[in-house]
């Protein structure tokens, strides 16, 4: 029996995590920052939601 790693481990985990109330992040349209591996859009609008004396750069 050949072991598939999709199958087993990974669909299932993604599965628990989003019924948790995680949500999936693809990485097929993400926008990273390469040098510190961070998702800069969500980044960027989660600061301006916490700290709402700061406006957005342009």
Do not use: Q, W
Not at 5 to 13: F, G, L, M, T
């Amino acid at each position: 029996m050949k072991f598939n790693e999709d199958s087993s481990v990974k669909i299932p985990s993604i599965l628990h995590l989003t019924r948790l109330g995680y949500k999936y992040l693809s990485l097929k349209d993400a926008v990273i920052d390469e040098s510190t591996n961070i998702f800069t859009n969500i980044f960027k609008s989660s600061i301006l939601k916490i700290n709402e004396e700061i406006e957005e750069a342009k």
